[in-house]
């Protein structure tokens, strides 16, 4: 059983910059890839990014490829997700997960955290 505990959401304006943090319970965290996605109001669950379990290889979705970055420190069981020059279609809810590699679909993690909210404004 995986723990996972966001923080660092809040209000911000456009072309302003946020850093999410993940915390995990398990002491074998090195070992997952973990995930960030988000859910903006009336929508679906989508990904937004991904670290393999070594931290050698990331994944971003297309939206967010250049402004945002995911790192991992498994020192201290975080994975983080800086966001930059963000946009108001930024806003939604942040969630991390963890899983066995470093996917893009929702389906395919297996623990999630119950996410930080982010607000855009324009």
């Known amino acids: 059983q995986v723990q996972l505990v966001e923080s660092g959401g809040g209000l911000v304006q456009a072309g302003g910059s946020l850093r999410l943090s993940c915390a995990a319970s398990s002491r074998t965290f090195s070992r997952y890839a973990m995930g960030w996605f988000r859910q903006a109001p009336g929508k679906e669950r989508e990904f937004v990014a991904a670290?393999?379990?070594?931290?050698?290889?990331?994944y971003y979705a297309d939206s967010v490829k250049g402004r945002f970055t995911i790192s991992r420190d498994d020192a201290k069981n975080t994975v983080y997700l800086q966001m930059n020059s963000l946009k108001p279609e930024d806003t939604g809810v942040y969630y991390c997960?963890?899983?066995?590699?470093?996917?893009?679909?929702?389906?395919?993690?297996?623990?999630w955290g119950q996410g930080t909210p982010v607000t855009v404004s324009s």
């Open positions: 670290i393999n379990w070594s931290g050698s290889s990331t």
């Open positions: 997960a963890s899983g066995s590699l470093a996917y893009t679909a929702v389906d395919e993690y297996d623990y």
